[in-house]
């Protein structure tokens, strides 16, 4: 006989496939749900089938006859001229959610999932429209949660809801047993439940604000401030501060082995943030200059400041810099697959080499001799003199920028 019959035993596969696929949409409208059903197609033998193995098709009829299991079986009379009349199996039919996950070996989680999602209905009430999607679209990820930590989950959703402008730090929520590693790991799932509930994910909670690192070149600018300090941006914002210009660099150990430059402040980038730089009123009045790591990232995080900061110029980001120290590149495993709109024709023609090469060339890995010799140029006067002393071409820059 033809394995397209389908067996008893191979139902359960199938039903817990259909379960899998619809749990969601049943706890999202358990109205709905109950009129859902399961028809199981059993393929049941054409004559042909019979006459070449007619046990076979005895067998599978007979373990239909039976079957005890959940659902309805349907049968359906067959007319053979070399067999006769013989009722043959068609199709298994579950009813409701229920006996679809029994049909599946599901009902111990069936249970689970019914009763907790009766518990979010209730203490997450009266919520809004848009909950019950958001219970459904969740499901996986607090049926997965041990007993304890649903309990935290309700009660974490619960008093966001109740105290929608807090601004409490999260390690200050008043919440049995919840920690900030624990806010870490499920923050997206109380996040969706929260805007189920009361309309948006805002935690109303207080963050520890990102640090931005800075070094001020040029003690005059700054006399009583330390050369390096990290703060908020609205407080780097706040300071006097008029530097003739702004170094922005990627990353934090060229800022700390930076000389005393003339007028100059340089500031960390901080990768892809960097456009948040533009938030100090300082640094829009001031000539702000770019060095980035040679690589696809590199220039595209310059192309992301520009959008904020469109004279922004590039520094040590040129072909003769990649040319000169190709020797200390890498390969870059994931090449950034943005195109970039803001370079300028010379930063395109690199930006493309590098990711055709699929190169990398950190800005550490510059021989620090000659990023002194580049910084001299760009910044006259500045290396080896008393800052005291010294003022800046205006026109020395644009000699050592690309």
Partial sequence: MSTVCVPPSAVSTRAETAYRNRRSKWVADPIAAESDSLSIALHPPSERQVAEDPD?????????????GIGRVHWETRRWPSFGTQ?????????????????????????????????????LAPGTPALADAIGSTLSRWLELGEADFVRLVGVVRWLADHPASDVFIRQLPVPGVDTKWI???????????????????????????LCEIAVCDRTL??????HCAAPLDEL???????????????????????????????????????????????????????????THGFVILDRFRAYLPDVRS???????????????????SPSSHV???????????????????????????????????????????????RHSTRMDPTALGEGVS
């Fill in 56 to 68: 076979a098709v005895v067998a599978w009829v007979r373990a239909w006859q039976m079957h005890r």
């Fill in 87 to 123: 009722d043959v199996p068609v199709r298994v039919v579950f009813a409701g959610p229920g006996e679809i996950a029994a049909a599946a070996g599901r009902m111990s989680e069936w249970h689970r999932l019914t009763a907790r999602r009766v518990q979010l209905v209730e203490i």
């Fill in 184 to 210: 870490s790991r499920h923050r997206g799932l109380v996040e969706v439940l929260l805007e189920g509930a009361v309309g948006n994910r805002d935690l109303g909670v207080r963050s520890v604000p990102r």
């Fill in 222 to 227: 700054l006399p009583t401030a330390p050369r």
């Fill in 237 to 295: 914002a706040e300071l006097p501060l008029h530097p003739e210009r702004i170094l922005v660099l990627e990353n934090k150990e060229g800022l700390h082995a930076l000389p005393d430059l003339p007028g100059t402040v340089a500031v960390h980038g901080s990768g892809y943030a960097v456009h948040e730089l533009a938030a100090l009123s300082w640094l829009a009045d001031s000539d702000v200059v770019y060095w980035g790591d040679l690589d």
């Fill in 315 to 333: 520094f040590l980001m040129d072909l003769h810099t990649l040319e000169a120290w190709s020797a200390l590149a890498v390969e870059e495993p």
């Fill in 340 to 386: 970039p709109m803001r370079l300028t024709p010379a930063e395109n023609e690199v930006f493309t080499r590098l990711r055709v090469e699929r190169l990398r060339l950190e800005q550490e890995r510059i021989p620090w001799p000659h990023v002194m010799e580049e910084l001299a140029r760009a910044f006259t006067g500045a290396i080896g003199h008393d």
